[in-house]
């Protein structure tokens, strides 16, 4: 092989350990070998015409997932309509982004903030949901809700609660966790309290499934246990069939709700 600089790899669908003084940039692959060009790819390292692909749902959804934020910058910018396209099971790229889980070493980021905030500067919906069964009741599967169920990921709640984020949905998925701390998060910004999912409203759940980590703060926060369920039972009711502790037990009994 002719002297020449390094080989120069660009990627975005895997991470890879490249050589000294190579470069990386998102979204693009080429090489050049020696100054010369390889096929499809320009002097100077600059795709041709013929090697760039169009921007489609399927890399902007691939992106999401890895939180590539220069990729979905770059294809958002090529076709912003795409924020709003849907794959087969109604989400949106937002939710795809909210719903990963940190702590992957193929990730492009710590915590799926730059990603997140790209789609929501695109246009993507803050409180976009995904379509559910009717059964479900007052529950919504909204990105907020992704990121609290799917990806358990308390530095982009807190960044989706401050940009005005509705935690009503999400309490049901803390509580089902028992995670006291997402809990008291989403009960920061006051949200409603008395919704009901399958029936179900986030204190009552709470209680049936003895989540007492979850259901103090939702006592404290002056969540109504008098709120029946399909069955006619009350958090109260449901309480004592669990036999919780009695202090539980005593402070739902007297609990004033909230106004």
Not at 202 to 225: C, H, M, Q, S, V
Not at 243 to 250: A, E, G, I, V, W
Request: contains cysteine; hydrophobic residues 45%.
């Amino acid at each position: 092989m002719a002297e020449g600089p390094l080989p120069t790899l660009l990627f975005s669908s895997t991470v890879k350990r490249l050589p000294e003084g190579s470069q990386l940039l998102s979204s693009l692959i080429y090489v050049t070998l020696a100054g010369r060009p390889v096929d499809g790819w320009d002097i100077m390292g600059h795709p041709t015409a013929r090697q760039i692909k169009p921007p489609s749902k399927t890399a902007l959804f691939n992106a999401a997932s890895r939180w590539d934020t220069a990729a979905v910058k770059m294809i958002l910018a090529a076709a912003p309509e795409l924020a709003e396209t849907i794959d087969p099971g109604g989400r949106r790229a937002l939710h795809v982004a909210c719903a990963v889980r940190p702590g992957s070493s193929m990730l492009g980021e710590p915590n799926g903030i730059k990603t997140v905030t790209a789609l929501l500067n695109a246009g993507a919906g803050l409180e976009v949901e995904v379509p559910m069964d009717e059964d479900e009741g007052d529950f919504r599967a909204t990105p907020l809700w992704y990121a609290v169920a799917r990806g358990e990921n308390l530095p982009l709640v807190r960044f989706l609660l401050k940009r005005g984020a509705d935690a009503s949905y999400s309490l049901w998925a803390a509580v089902w966790r028992d995670d006291d701390v997402l809990c008291r998060e989403l009960l920061k910004v006051k949200p409603r309290l008395n919704l009901r999912a399958h029936g179900e409203t986030p204190i009552f759940y709470a209680a049936r499934l003895k989540r007492l980590k979850t259901l103090d703060p939702l006592i404290k926060a002056g969540a109504d246990p008098s709120i029946i369920d399909s069955h006619g039972r009350s958090a109260v009711d449901i309480a004592r069939a669990r036999h919780l502790p009695k202090d539980f037990l005593d402070r739902l009994t007297h609990l004033k709700p909230r106004a």
